[in-house]
C-alpha cells in the first residue's frame, strides 16, 4: 500500500489558490475542432506583433553558447536597463522566470507567517498566491465603482501587521492607471513596502510611470516585463527597479542562472529596438479606440477605457462564460474575468490584436450579442445594430452637424425627448428634420426610436451612441 505523504505538506501551502491561465490554442483546437489557422488568442495580453526581429537574431546566436552559464549577475541586461531607465545599475534586479519572480522574491524577503500584505482587487492573483506561499495573509480592499483604487480605503486597511501594499499600474484586467500622486501618498502614509507592478505602463503615457519616486521614497518597487510590449512572454524575463538596498536583498535569496543566454540576449536587443516598441504602441493605441467605440456602438455591452494593451468589458445580461465560449466556438480566445477576485461574472478581458483580429472580435460579439438576446425574446430592442453603426458611419462622415445647435435642447426637462430625437437626426441624418416629437424611449440604459418613426427600412431602434 502506498504511503500518504500529504501531511508534510506546509499548512500555508494547501491555503495557496490556484492560478487560472488563459485558454491555450491546443486546447481550443482539440475541444471544438477548428483549423489551427483560423485560431486567434487574445486572453493573455501578449503581443501579436511578435518579438522584435532584432531580439530574434540576438537569441538564435546566443543559442550557440548554450552550453555555457550565464553571468550570475546578469550584467549585461542591468546595464542595458540602467541605460533606458536612467537608474543606477545598483537599483535593477532582472528577474526570471517573468516579473513572478520578483513578486515572489519580494514576499520572500518581506513577508513571514501572519503578516499582512493588501490587494486592490480586481487585479492580478499573483500577489495573492506568493504572500500566501509564505505564510501571510492577503488583506482585499475592493477599487471603487470606476475601478479606481481607493487610497483612503488602503490606508485605513494598513495595521502593524501590514508588510506590502499592491497596486498594479495599469491595472489588470481593468486598464486604470494609478497617479503618481496616490502611489507617494501610500508610501508616505503606510509605512510599508509598495509594490508596483508597471507591466503594462508601456502601453501609457509615459509620464504616468510613478518610477521617478523610487530616488525619493526607500520603500517603492516598480517591476516591469519583457512579455508585453517587447514581445519575448515565451522567454519569462521581467525586472524591477528599487532602493539599492532592497536591490542587495533580492539578489542575497534569488535562484542563480535563472535568465538564460539566450533569454538576456534577446531582451538586450529587444531593449534597443525602439522602432518594434513604436510600432505596438501604435497598434495598441488604435486598437483601443476601435473597440471602446464599436463595442457599445454594435452591441448592449460596455467597454471601458484601458491604458494597457488590452480592454474589459461588461457584457451584462450575458456572463463572461457565455460569451468566451460563444467566441470560442468561433475561434477566438478571450479572458473570462471571473477568476478575478471582486469582478463579477460578466466581465471579460480582450487584448489588442491586429485591425483584422479585432474586427473579427467585434463581429463575433454582435453575433454572440445577438443569439442571447434573441433567446430571451428582447430580438427588436438589438435588432440590425451592426447595419445600423455601418449606415451611419457614412452619415458621420458626411459632417453635417447643425453650426448654431439645437434649441430644444435649452427648453429643460419637458422639451427633452424631442431634443435628443433632433440630436440623433442632426448626427446620424435618420429622422426627417421636420419630424415632430416621436416618443424616444428609453429603456435598460439605451434610447430607442419606435419603429413607425423610422425611416431607413429593416432598422428597427437606435442606439444611444451619442
Known amino acids: 500500500m502506498t504511503e500518504d505523504y ?8 494547501k491555503r495557496v489558490p490556484p492560478y487560472v491561465p488563459g485558454k491555450s490554442v491546443s486546447e481550443t483546437i482539440a475541444e471544438y475542432g477548428l483549423d489551427p489557422a483560423s485560431v486567434i488568442k487574445l486572453s493573455s495580453n501578449e503581443n501579436p506583433l511578435g518579438p522584435s526581429p532584432k531580439a530574434e537574431a540576438a537569441a538564435r546566436e546566443a543559442a550557440a553558447g548554450a552550453s555555457v552559464y550565464p553571468l550570475a549577475d546578469l550584467r549585461f541586461l542591468r546595464e542595458a536597463i540602467a541605460s533606458r531607465t536612467g537608474f543606477p545599475v545598483g537599483s535593477v534586479v532582472v528577474s526570471g ?13 518581506f513577508v513571514g507567517s501572519g503578516d499582512e500584505v493588501i490587494i486592490s482587487t480586481p487585479t492580478f492573483s499573483f500577489y495573492e498566491i506568493a504572500a500566501t506561499i509564505c505564510g501571510g495573509v492577503p488583506m482585499f480592499v475592493p477599487r471603487k465603482e470606476n475601478f479606481d483604487i481607493d487610497t483612503e480605503g488602503i490606508l485605513k486597511a494598513v495595521t502593524e501587521k501590514t508588510k506590502i501594499i499592491f497596486i498594479c499600474s495599469p491595472n489588470n484586467p481593468t486598464g486604470n492607471l494609478v497617479s503618481p500622486e496616490d502611489v507617494k501618498k501610500l508610501a508616505e502614509r ?13 502601453f501609457a503615457d509615459q509620464e504616468s510611470s510613478a518610477c521617478s519616486l523610487i530616488s525619493g521614497h526607500d520603500n517603492i518597487i516598480v517591476g516591469r516585463t ?11 524575463v521581467g525586472y524591477g527597479l528599487m532602493p539599492e538596498w532592497i536591490a542587495s536583498e533580492i539578489l542575497r535569496i534569488s535562484l542563480p542562472f535563472s535568465v538564460s543566454v539566450v533569454t538576456e540576449a534577446a531582451a538586450v536587443a529587444a531593449l534597443a529596438d525602439g ?3 513604436e510600432k505596438t504602441r501604435r497598434m ?40 468566451c465560449d460563444a467566441l470560442l466556438r468561433d475561434g477566438i480566445i478571450i479572458r473570462s474575468c471571473d477568476s478575478f477576485k ?62 448654431n445647435g439645437d434649441p430644444a435642447e435649452k427648453r429643460g426637462s ?18 426627417p428634420r421636420s419630424c415632430p416629437d416621436p416618443g424616444v424611449i428609453f429603456m435598460n440604459r439605451k434610447w430607442y426610436l419606435p419603429i413607425h418613426f423610422t425611416d431607413l427600412s429593416g432598422f428597427r431602434s437606435i442606439y444611444k451612441g451619442l
Open 6 to 13: 500529504s501531511s508534510l505538506l506546509k499548512e500555508t501551502v
Open 97 to 109: 522566470p517573468g516579473m513572478d519572480s520578483l513578486i515572489d522574491s519580494v514576499c520572500k524577503i
Open 190 to 202: 503606510s509605512g510599508c513596502i509598495v509594490f508596483l507592478d508597471e507591466a503594462y505602463i508601456e
Open 226 to 236: 519583457f512579455s508585453k510590449v517587447y514581445g519575448l512572454a515565451g522567454l519569462r
Open 275 to 277: 522602432e518594434h516598441v
Open 284 to 323: 495598441v493605441s488604435e486598437g483601443r479606440r476601435f473597440f471602446c467605440e464599436r463595442i457599445p456602438a454594435e452591441t448592449p455591452f460596455r467597454a471601458w477605457p484601458s491604458s494597457g494593451n488590452f480592454i474589459a468589458v461588461d457584457v451584462s445580461p450575458c456572463t463572461s462564460r457565455e460569451i
Open 342 to 403: 471582486g469582478a463579477g461574472k460578466s466581465m471579460v478581458r480582450i487584448t489588442v490584436g491586429t485591425a483584422e483580429m479585432n474586427r473579427r472580435v467585434l463581429d463575433a460579439l454582435v453575433k454572440a450579442a445577438g443569439k442571447k438576446w434573441r433567446s430571451s425574446g428582447k430580438t427588436a430592442e438589438i435588432r440590425q445594430k451592426t447595419e445600423i453603426w455601418r449606415k451611419t458611419e457614412i452619415w458621420r462622415k458626411t459632417e453635417i452637424w447643425r453650426k
Open 414 to 431: 419637458a422639451g427633452k425627448q424631442t431634443a435628443f430625437a433632433r440630436k440623433i437626426e442632426w448626427k446620424w441624418r435618420i429622422l
